[in-house]
């Protein structure tokens, strides 16, 4: 499985992006999410979904950001809203499958987001 993700950018504060996602190949993926990475800190997950349709949130971004996960199509995005300074970084498509390796990584997109 390779992750494609794209929609990364220069925003202002306030402002929305939205990420996608695309997987290829043939593996059963039970969840799709997203993490990202700041310099000299750990990469955190900010949303995940499962192939179902059930998320969750870090609590940093609830009620800001919203993942949709089309499960036939191996694809999931996230819609961030109401974008913050501290939103910025490196994110990160993710894929769990079932089989060894399964933490799946796509190429990091970065978000910018200008006071």
């Known amino acids: 499985v390779q992750l494609q993700a794209s929609g990364g950018g220069l925003v202002q504060a306030g402002g929305s992006l939205r990420l996608s996602c695309a997987a290829s190949g043939s593996a059963f993926i039970n969840i799709m999410g997203w993490f990202r990475q700041t310099p000299g800190k750990q990469r955190e997950l900010v949303a995940r979904s499962t192939r179902g349709g059930s998320a969750d949130y870090s609590e940093s971004v609830k009620g800001r950001f919203t993942i949709s996960r089309d499960g036939a199509q191996n694809t999931v995005s996230l819609q961030m809203n109401s974008l913050k300074p501290e939103d910025t970084a490196v994110y990160y498509c993710?894929?769990?499958?079932?089989?060894?390796?399964?933490?799946?990584w796509g190429q990091g997109t970065l978000v910018t987001v200008s006071s």
């Open positions: 993710w894929a769990w499958v079932p089989v060894s390796p399964s933490n799946i």
